[in-house]
């Protein structure tokens, strides 16, 4: 089994552009890739690509091939659908392509267009990660499906709202420096309990935004970039996946993540190591609660404690595991297609010392990114380890 | 959208059983239960399904007030979505007959199949008893 590298990373700054297609979006994240990887596109052998809504946003299925061309590539196009993990399956695709030497060098990322269906056709567009005739024509959102895990969790485990609010004030701090950020700005506290009811306990401030953007990774085996003299200094070395019932009310625990629990296990035990060695990681955020539970199921946080690791600086830049240094998908944004690669992008930096968040994990070695879909009834993680 | 004159079937007829009063859920020879339309235990995978009456009576285990909702509850937000546990079966549904601000976990709650105020579809109700 060859070892995966990563060559290059790409990615649009991530906002509101609601005019952008999901292919512009795509070809600009997938050339930063190219010209930081020094990979020729014409080595490409296969092209895995993630996107959730596109029927919904762009009245537009079949977008492998679509995203290939945009990418100027010409190879074998898939796109991969599981709700907001949607990139994250593809790369984790991508890796075990690589792993048994199918493909030496892979084009993979994802995208996603949200702005232009407003704040109710994105809810709806969302909603469709849930069962739909048990969970959404009962009226559960998105946020709402979060705010009943985050009820249940206060209930069973205690914290509650204040805590919470730490964890949204943490994350845009940490997006201060991050130019690709949709939200460049510190809040308060104060602030964020302040806002808006989105979904009781959830605020506005407790929600990632609705977000345009584009990922892109190119990966490559050891061969390949030794061959090739390719400066990638980051591997992925382990790689899990987690599944679950779909509906929340189906789950034995409602306050609880096993599906991102049985990923981290299975891509811990991938690479070798323990939740003590991570050094730092990109947790999916979509809800303040969320990275409360993914602590939890990566095993970063005892269960029932991870509510107050931001408020306590446990998981801030300065502590020893930084938590979300890209501003996570509460304040970098989240365009579902696009988290799952963006955040290995961001761990790569991070490791490599490119990121402007670098100073804060100078000695770092280790990280992990996990992507999450729907609420949690998909999810991976993915190891990553400087290599040289 | 789907053709709105088309039924889900098993989910329909879950729903007509549920307003006259016979809501049901699935078990399997395991033990096993969930909800229809399945021709399988989504645990197990057996395929002896037996349909069972819902208890009459559970208890709200989660709730949330939604105020942004998705077109299709817009002019019914704010409401109260909870997940009630009915004992051998949860179920997600809307507390009908309560103010969103009383709604509290631990409330005893029957179903009651109501109707969006935006859409006139069924809607999975819970009301407190
Ligand atoms: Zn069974």
Request: glycine share 10%.
């Amino acid at each position: 089994m060859t070892g995966v590298r990563v060559a290059g990373t790409g990615l649009t700054p991530f906002g509101n552009a609601p005019e952008r297609t999901s292919r512009d979006l795509f070809a600009e994240a997938s050339s930063a890739a190219f010209a930081d990887s020094g990979v020729p596109r014409e080595d490409v052998e296969a092209v895995l690509y993630g996107n959730f809504m596109g029927e919904l946003a762009e009245h537009q299925g079949h977008q492998g091939p679509l995203m290939a061309e945009a990418a100027g590539v010409q190879a074998p196009a898939t796109r991969y659908e599981s709700a907001c993990a949607s990139s994250g399956m593809a790369v984790r695709d991508a890796v075990m392509r690589v792993r048994n030497g199918e493909h030496d060098v892979v084009l993979v990322g994802g995208a996603e267009r949200m702005t232009n269906l407003g704040t109710a056709g994105a809810t709806e567009a969302l909603a469709i990660a849930a069962d739909e005739l048990w969970e959404v024509r009962a009226g559960m959102t998105f946020p709402g499906a979060y705010a009943l895990m985050a009820k249940a969790y206060f209930d069973e485990f205690g914290g509650g709202r204040e805590d919470l609010a730490h964890v949204a004030v943490k994350n845009h701090e940490n997006a201060l420096p991050n130019e690709k950020a949709q939200y460049q700005k510190s809040i308060e506290v104060a602030e964020a309990l302040d806002a808006p009811t989105v979904s009781s306990p959830l605020s506005l401030y407790d929600a990632c935004p609705l977000s345009d953007g584009a990922s892109a990774l190119v990966l490559t085996s050891e061969a390949y970039a030794e061959a090739h003299d390719i400066d990638a200094p980051v591997a992925i070395t382990g790689t899990g996946q987690g599944g679950d019932r779909m509906a929340l009310h189906d789950r034995e625990f409602l306050a609880r993540s096993p599906a991102a629990r049985e990923a981290g296990e299975a891509a811990y035990a991938d690479a070798g190591i323990g939740a003590g060695d991570v050094d730092v990681a990109e947790v999916h955020d979509c809800f303040t609660i969320a990275e409360v539970l993914a602590l939890e199921a990566l095993d970063l946080e005892p269960v029932g404690e991870g509510i107050t690791a931001a408020r306590d600086g446990r998981t801030t830049a300065d502590s020893d595991t930084p938590i979300n240094l890209s501003g996570g998908l509460k304040a970098k944004g989240h365009p579902v297609g696009a988290t799952g690669a963006s955040q290995i992008a961001e761990v790569v930096k991070l490791l490599a010392g490119t990121h402007p968040n670098s100073e804060h994990v100078a000695d770092a070695t280790t990280g992990v990114a996990h992507n999450a879909g729907g609420t949690v009834a998909s999810a991976t993680v993915h190891v990553l380890e400087v290599a040289e | 959208m789907s053709d709105e004159s088309a039924r889900d079937a098993g989910f329909d007829d879950w729903l007509d059983a549920a307003e006259t009063g016979d809501a049901y859920y699935l078990e399997c020879p395991a033990g096993h239960t969930s909800l229809p339309p399945r021709r399988l235990c989504p645990t197990c995978g057996a395929a002896e399904l037996d349909e069972r009456p819902l208890p009459e009576m559970g208890e709200i285990e989660t709730f949330t007030v939604t105020h942004v909702p998705t077109p299709a509850f817009e002019d019914d937000a704010p409401y109260a979505t909870a997940i009630a546990d009915f004992g051998p079966i949860r179920v997600t549904g809307q507390v009908v007959d309560l103010d969103p601000d009383a709604v509290d976990t631990g409330l005893p709650v029957e179903l009651d199949v109501t109707s969006s105020e935006t859409t006139g579809e069924r809607v999975i109700g819970f009301k407190t008893v």
